[in-house]
């Protein structure tokens, strides 16, 4: 266990020095995540539903639209590991990303097989799929990082977190709940410009904070790995 007051203030600091880095990339996930709310704001839903009546209620349009942005936002997160490694490294960014690009297609398919591992662990069992979420949390950051190969990630990711999953668990609850905190306005405001430059604003400051904590927490927790 750990305490997260470290990894929030490590967060904030490099949220404020690397802002423009990383404008580009919050840009890109708020533009999704503005798409998403348009096209599910004529979709009822109702809390009696089924799982399967929910899926009906949601247009197939919506649900290529989500696919398609859930890989870009795998693609974007190999730029958000790779540039925060390269503030835990000392190594300036576009210098780390051409060190690192090489590991792109790698990347990639580590992540297909992390979602789908994942995945199938969540919908049959809810408690080893979080287990398995927790577990392989830091696989991509040890494959761009270590440039471990994509099998052996699963062993490293699942030794490294030994011990600190509860840890991690909630450092990840707290980013939810402040993350749902802070995007009220697209949860309860009407849909206007003014809504979605707020949102907008709160993604540019927020993401890049809890995206350098979630760095500086791969930092201790490696580091802590190593002295054993």
Excluded: C
Aim: without cysteine.
């Amino acid at each position: 266990m750990f305490t997260l007051l470290p990894a929030f203030k490590y967060g904030w600091q490099e949220m404020q020095k690397k802002l423009g880095l990383f404008l580009i990339l919050t840009l890109i996930f708020s533009a999704g995540d503005i798409g998403s709310s348009f096209l599910l704001k004529d979709v009822v839903i109702d809390e009696n539903m089924s799982i399967f009546q929910m899926a009906e209620a949601i247009p197939s349009n919506y649900m290529l639209y989500l696919a398609g942005i859930s890989f870009v936002l795998v693609i974007l997160n190999f730029f958000v590991v790779v540039f925060v490694l390269a503030g835990l490294r000392g190594v300036q960014p576009m210098t780390y990303f051409r060190m690192k690009v090489k590991l792109f297609p790698a990347y990639i398919l580590l992540m297909i097989i992390k979602i789908i591992v994942i995945g199938i662990g969540l919908m049959l069992f809810i408690i080893p799929g979080l287990i398995l979420l927790l577990a392989l949390y830091f696989m991509e950051y040890l494959l761009i990082d270590n440039e471990v190969k994509i099998f052996d990630t699963f062993k490293a990711s699942w030794e490294m977190t030994r011990g600190y999953r509860t840890g991690i668990f909630f450092f990840e609850l707290n980013l939810f709940v402040i993350g749902m905190f802070l995007s009220f306005p697209q949860s309860f405001w009407p849909d206007t410009i003014m809504t979605y430059a707020i949102m907008i604003f709160i993604n540019v400051a927020w993401l890049p904070f809890s995206w350098n904590a979630q760095g500086w927490i791969y930092q201790m927790i490696s580091q802590r790995s190593f002295e054993k």
